[in-house]
């Protein structure tokens, strides 16, 4: 609890006011304790930030807050005690002594968007060393591997598994009426699962029939099942043995007891969105049981909630993303980027979506303006959409992403309102809060924008925050 001498109600106008920028400062209590906190006037003294003990010095207590310019206040709790350091500057105020200090702020009109990320970025890094990301990144993968896929699955909730010699007609259209993006696969006659079909599928079924100079017909997908387009799934991919056979492809999945660091690296390395967790009671694996589809927004939701709370002792969350190696940047004039970076003008072909899709191997593209401002986003699982009207039968060159999306709005929404849908994020955003909206479910990819122009400027997903937690 706070102390009585405080009044947070009078002192709630020092807090920063909303859009200001913030800046990573981390606080250090070198004299020991149990439990230590550290509140100011940075925060309005309405909160405690719990601080954390440094890795082999166990009176060195580490935390950090989001700080705005000007000059600030603060003192630190320990073990239920207000205290000051007093080798730091302090004055006396009128919460009796007070430890000080200021920040100096850089004039707004010869500041210009990139240059004031490159500020954020020297405050932060130098007040965060390499060892402290490393130990953050040891204690995350520590959280990880204690715990299971068990704690991913819902209190209560469905999953639709289908047949393998379903039509794939029938199943692009469950998955349409569903709204969901995927299905695991169940094969009746070997009494398991044996893969998963999704919205990718779709995506090559379409672009192979498409190649073919004819339109897609309705027969055509009623009479290929879901097992016979795997086959030919597996021959598009030269996945055949020696005799010519396909090669069918083992199903990825979890069981129940699995560590969730694990789990995550099963995701990078096989580049899949959802993985299902199936628990067998028998030794032989027979009798499978489907109880969940993971994902890595699942698993970067447990994250979060854990160290949400004490995200004040792992400075590294309370970093730009412009200050670290995370996401795809759309190059500058006269820059290279290993990385593709895909956007699209809402007049574009469907086809040439698909292509990109496929291409860049990406879960979603940005659909900008003349300007390259956001307007929306075109996603794989969109390819759902399609079912409505049986508009796969069109020909997909004359059928552009504008009206694409359309078949999944209302149709008397405008077109300006389908950009509340897309999920952004600015360059200034600490790691922390892009993660916790990458950890709602759906969410696979960030859209970083230019704040006021909304000017795309690069793209941040779920496994690029994998695997820099990871190293």
């Known amino acids: 609890m706070f102390a009585s001498d405080m009044n947070p109600a009078r002192d709630a106008g020092r807090v920063s006011a909303a859009g200001m920028v913030l800046f990573p400062i981390q606080f250090t209590w070198p004299y020991g304790g149990r439990s230590v906190s550290v509140s100011g006037s940075f925060n309005g003294w309405t909160e405690l930030v719990r601080m ?23 003192k630190f709790l320990v073990d239920g005690e207000w205290r000051h350091d007093e080798q730091q500057p302090h004055r006396t105020s009128e919460y009796g002594m007070v430890n000080t200090f200021d920040t100096r702020p850089v004039p707004a009109e010869v500041v210009s968007q990139q240059q004031l990320s490159a500020v954020t970025l020297n405050q932060a890094m130098l007040r965060i060393s390499e ?45 349409a009426e569903q709204g969901i993006p995927v299905a695991p696969l169940w094969d009746f006659s070997k009494g398991k699962f044996v893969g998963v079909i999704s919205a ?37 991919n030269g996945q055949v043995d020696g005799h010519g056979r396909p ?86 004039i006269g820059e290279s980027n290993s990385r593709p970076f895909a956007m699209l003008r809402p007049n574009a072909s469907l086809s040439s979506a698909l292509n990109m899709l496929v291409q860049a ?57 389908r950009s509340q849908r897309c999920q952004m994020c600015l360059r200034t955003d600490t790691l922390l809060k892009v993660m916790e909206q990458l950890a709602n479910p ?27 937690l990871l190293g």
């Open 200 to 236: 990718s599928d779709f995506i090559l079924i379409l672009r192979e029939l498409g190649n073919h100079g004819s339109n897609l017909t309705e027969e055509e997908l009623e009479t290929h099942t879901i097992s016979a387009w795997k086959e030919g799934k597996a021959y598009m």
């Open 52 to 74: 954390s003990q440094v890795e082999g010095c166990p009176n060195v207590f580490k935390g950090v807050c989001a700080v705005p310019h000007g000059s600030h206040e603060y």
């Open 361 to 417: 191997r990406v879960s979603s593209i940005p659909i900008v303006d003349d300007n390259d401002s956001l307007l929306d986003v075109y996603s794989r699982s969109d390819i759902t959409t399609l079912a409505k009207g049986r508009a796969y039968t069109h020909n997909l060159n004359d059928m552009t992403v504008y009206q694409a999306l359309q078949l999944g709005q209302d149709s008397s929404t405008p077109y300006e309102l």
């Open 442 to 468: 759906g969410v696979r990819r960030l859209v970083i924008v230019e704040a006021g122009s909304n000017r795309v400027e690069g793209i941040v997903s779920l496994t690029d925050v994998f695997r820099f």
């Open 247 to 332: 090669i069918p492809r083992q199903i990825i999945f979890a069981g129940p007891c699995d560590n969730l660091k694990d789990l995550a690296l099963k995701f990078m390395q096989n580049g899949v969105a959802t993985i299902p967790v199936i628990h067998s009671s028998s030794e032989d694996g027979s009798l499978p049981q489907l109880l969940h589809l993971a994902s890595l927004s699942g698993i970067l939701k447990c994250v979060c909630r854990y160290f949400k709370h004490c995200s004040g002792s792992f400075p590294m969350l309370q970093l730009p993303i412009c200050a670290i190696p995370l996401g795809t940047w759309v190059p500058r």
């Open 131 to 175: 060892e402290e990301v490393q130990a953050a990144r040891r204690q995350i993968s520590a959280f990880l591997a204690a715990h299971t896929a068990y704690e991913l699955l819902p209190e209560s909730g469905k999953v639709v598994a289908l047949a393998v010699d379903l039509p794939v007609k029938q199943a692009f259209h469950i998955l």
